[in-house]
């Protein structure tokens, strides 16, 4: 399903969609994705609960304005905002990697309220960042002037080590298509020059505060944040709990999706009786 919707937001359209009915749940991507890597999931999850996905500014069909920043801070007061907009007061929510730290900033620096969390292969704990996402943003004017070709060459290869089974042609299309053109081209290079591990400094002492039910998934051959930090955030959030997926790396969605439903579903029916498989 497209995102059909738009929020005007301090100069920024912000797509969005929602799909089913019942409790609410929101889906949040990461980087260098969109709320395309959530569709499927959500088109499972919609039998027993509305489900929200949208698009960060600066990725996927949101908007990508040059002059907007599009920093994890930014992306978590967004967030907060949105949550209100859409007239949220605690929804479920399930995010990875970006999406962990936009969803925890958005709780614990913007007074968001979620009935629980689930935090998929995330960003959230220093350090993050591969070798390549570091080049770039020391060097992210340039690679913005590369030719297309190679833009798309260099895009393909650093999104498909964030694979553990590999990926298919249309999966890799559905990833790589929001930053094909001039506009999107611009728009990767610039969010990897804002990413900050300062972001999520201001996270880490603050995640013994949260009280709601948390569930920690993660890709077990997960290359890019290595899962020895699933472990790392369940001692800092009280009461957390875990699932390490094996066969699956940082794109879990794709790796092993069969596993990655079925731990949702699980989890949220644990937190949610009222919503049961039908």
Request: overall charge negative; charged content about 20%; proline content about 6%.
């Amino acid at each position: 399903m497209q995102l059909d919707r738009s929020f005007s937001w301090h100069g920024r359209e912000v797509a969005w969609t929602k799909t089913g009915t019942g409790p609410a749940l929101v889906l949040c991507h990461g980087t260098p994705w969109s709320a395309a890597l959530w569709h499927p999931f959500a088109e499972a999850l919609a039998a027993d609960f509305t489900v929200y996905r949208w698009d960060m500014p600066g990725y996927g069909s949101s908007s990508k304005h040059p002059d907007h920043p599009v920093d994890l801070g930014v992306q978590g007061e967004l967030l907060a905002d949105l949550l209100e907009h859409w007239e949220l007061d605690s929804p479920h929510v399930i995010a990875h990697d970006y999406g962990g730290a936009v969803s925890l900033r958005a709780m614990l620096l913007h007074e968001a309220r979620y009935s629980s969390l689930c935090l998929v292969d995330v960003v959230a704990l220093r350090p993050w960042g591969s070798p390549f996402f570091t080049l770039v943003k020391e060097n992210a004017h340039v690679f913005a002037q590369l030719p297309a070709s190679v833009h798309r060459g260099a895009l393909e290869a650093y999104i498909a080590g964030a694979s553990h089974r590999g990926l298919r042609e249309d999966e890799m299309h559905t990833l790589i298509a929001p930053w094909l053109d001039e506009e999107g081209q611009a728009a990767f290079y610039r969010q990897i020059a804002q990413a900050d591990e300062r972001f999520t400094a201001e996270l880490e002492p603050l995640l013994d505060r949260i009280d709601i039910p948390t569930h920690i998934v993660w890709g077990a051959d997960d290359t890019w944040i290595p899962v020895d930090r699933a472990e790392r955030l369940r001692q800092a959030i009280p009461g957390a709990t875990t699932k390490i997926v094996s066969g699956a790396g940082h794109l879990i969605h794709y790796d092993a999706p069969v596993a990655l439903a079925t731990e949702l579903r699980s989890w949220l029916t644990s937190v949610e009786p009222a919503a049961r498989p039908r």
